[in-house]
């Protein structure tokens, strides 16, 4: 990751955001934009954990096939894999084929499923509050916080697997719980989803 860069549109990026096109369209769209869904969280924790080990951008150029891979991330679907469903995704070349990742896909579904809140409401009751300033370097942008160590420590005790505490806060930043944008980069939003 580097600091701010300027693009050839004129707009200022996180370095990262304008390392490559894929990355440019993620970082202007959707990463640092508050969302809320469950089904919509639960696809963010799938694909953080999927990361874990490995490229963002690796994931985000396979998003299309693990979409396609679990049923559009719709919870009720996931909770109800079973084997059969284990062994059809571990020869599916569009995702990436880790047992133990896709046994805490199916897994995680279910713990979502058993939650009285919902997921979004569990994982935003995590969220600092507003107001914090950007960060004015990379170096000042933190891999883990109190608040993601909390939220791994409660998502695996309701058996939420493969979301540590820097999966947790790498999904935090993605979901606009925090906003990790650089000082000065073009991208503007507040917690509302409103952006500028």
Avoid at 113 to 142: D, K, M
Avoid at 173 to 188: P, R, Y
Wanted: aromatic share 8%; net charge positive.
């Amino acid at each position: 990751m580097t600091e701010l860069v300027i693009g050839a549109d004129g707009l200022a990026r996180c370095g990262w955001g304008a390392s490559t096109p894929d990355y440019a369209v993620y970082h202007d769209t959707e990463w640092g934009r508050p969302l809320r869904g469950d089904n919509a969280l639960y696809e963010r924790m799938t694909l953080e954990a999927f990361q874990s080990g490995l490229s963002w951008l690796t994931i985000l150029r396979k998003r299309s096939a693990f979409r396609a891979a679990f049923a559009d991330f719709r919870i009720d679907t996931v909770a109800g894999f079973g084997e059969a469903e284990v062994t059809r995704l571990l020869v599916d070349a569009g995702i990436v084929r880790n047992r133990a990742k896709i046994e805490a896909a199916i897994a995680n579904a279910r713990a979502a499923q058993e939650l009285p809140e919902g997921l979004s409401a569990l994982l935003w009751s995590f969220a600092p509050p507003p107001g914090r300033a950007r960060p004015a370097s990379v170096t000042a942008v933190p891999a883990l916080t109190e608040a993601s160590t909390t939220m791994a420590k409660a998502l695996k005790k309701r058996g939420f697997r493969f979301v540590g505490p820097t999966t947790a806060y790498a999904l935090m930043q993605a979901t606009g719980m925090v906003d990790d944008h650089l000082a000065g980069c073009h991208v503007v939003t507040d917690r509302a989803g409103v952006v500028g």
